[in-house]
């Protein structure tokens, strides 16, 4: 009897370590001290001539501050007034470069905040803003949720986010590894997310989702903090996407698991010198195709207009973002090309 038992017991057993050994190892993002892309995604270039040479010209091209269109800022006055006229109706704010206002379920949600002129770890020197926030940081309603997409200083800001009033009421989302930036600030709650996890917060949901960026803070520290996309989905149903990166294949993923989504609102510029920006932020095309594979109804440029980071026109990207989705048969009232301040709902 033994002998028929005791094999069956050794099967059991092996099969019992397997199924632990698969439940604790690590998701292929997950290294040891940090995170990398998911595989068959656009990699980043190794440092080379055309990295060296964005780096040396770049202070000489900062110096000169291109001339803004009349059309690309709402007046701050308007742009306060469209905002209250909507706040009980779920909408959304382009307050400029990453940074937006959604309001879902009667909950103001700012994505990315940056409200300072540098974002930069030793202001003044870096690129400065070239346009004003359309809202100013003391202009915001009560804010309840803050959404973070990464660590770099344009995106996580500290300062911005010590000057938001009532930290105490804000509860803060944010990839893995970068709460501690903030200990220091007595925010209501943070929550850190690896991608595909999920948190409701007063009826809505977040889930962090891949993207395809790098996280970096200081010379000594590369990718030690994860980056992610975001799907804010309301109590009924409505849902908002956000991401900032290059393009990936895991978005028709995203898009069939998730999507489809209200709004994505895309990060769009900073692609230039593309030997140089590659793995890092999409062109126009590659955000439109970002925007089509999550199934969006209608679409947002951002990340442009707002302060020199690549070395296109600063004004270039939204444009080129619209003539893109035109050629992909998007429908021009689906092009969401905002002025910075704007108020569009949802």
């Not at 690896?194 to 590369?222: C, G, M, Q």
Request: proline share 7%; glycine share 6%; hydrophobic share 40%.
């Amino acid at each position: 009897m033994k002998f028929i038992i005791y094999p069956i017991i050794i099967a059991a057993l092996s099969i019992l370590v397997n199924a632990v050994e698969k439940a604790y190892q690590k998701p292929y993002h997950h290294l040891e001290g940090g995170f990398r892309n998911l595989p068959g995604i656009i990699k980043k270039q190794s440092f080379s001539f055309d990295h060296l040479w964005f780096f040396v010209s770049r202070p000489f091209s900062l110096l000169k501050r291109p001339e803004i269109p009349t059309d690309h800022v709402l007046d701050n006055k308007i742009a306060v007034e469209n905002f209250y006229q909507s706040i009980h109706n779920d909408s959304v704010t382009w307050v400029g470069h990453m940074t937006c206002i959604i309001k879902l379920d009667g909950q103001i949600i700012l994505i990315d905040p940056w409200f300072t002129d540098y974002p930069t770890p030793i202001p003044p020197i870096g690129p400065k803003r070239v346009t004003y926030p359309g809202i100013h940081i003391n202009q915001l309603p009560q804010i309840n949720t803050v959404v973070i997409s990464h660590n770099h200083y344009d995106h996580l800001d500290i300062p911005t986010l010590k000057q938001l009033p009532y930290p105490e009421k804000i509860t803060i989302i944010v990839p893995l590894g970068i709460s501690r930036y903030i200990e220091d600030i007595n925010f209501k709650k943070v929550v850190e997310l690896d991608w595909y996890e999920s948190v409701n917060i007063n009826s809505i949901l977040y889930t962090a989702l891949p993207a395809v960026h790098f996280s970096k803070r200081d010379l000594l520290h590369t990718n030690d903090t994860l980056w992610a996309s975001f799907s804010i989905k309301s109590s009924k149903d409505k849902k908002v996407f956000f991401s900032e990166g290059d393009y990936g294949e895991f978005y028709k993923q995203i898009g069939e698991k998730y999507g489809p989504f209200d709004l994505a609102i895309l990060s769009c510029g900073a692609y230039k010198p593309y030997k140089v920006m590659k793995g890092i932020h999409c062109t126009p095309e590659d955000c439109v195709q970002i925007g089509i594979d999550i199934k969006a109804k209608n679409f947002l440029p951002v990340h442009w207009g707002t302060v020199i980071l690549g070395s296109e026109n600063l004004f270039e990207p939204g444009h080129l973002f619209r003539e893109e989705a035109l050629k992909k048969s998007i429908s021009d009232n689906k092009i969401w090309l905002m002025k910075i301040g704007e108020t569009r709902q949802l």
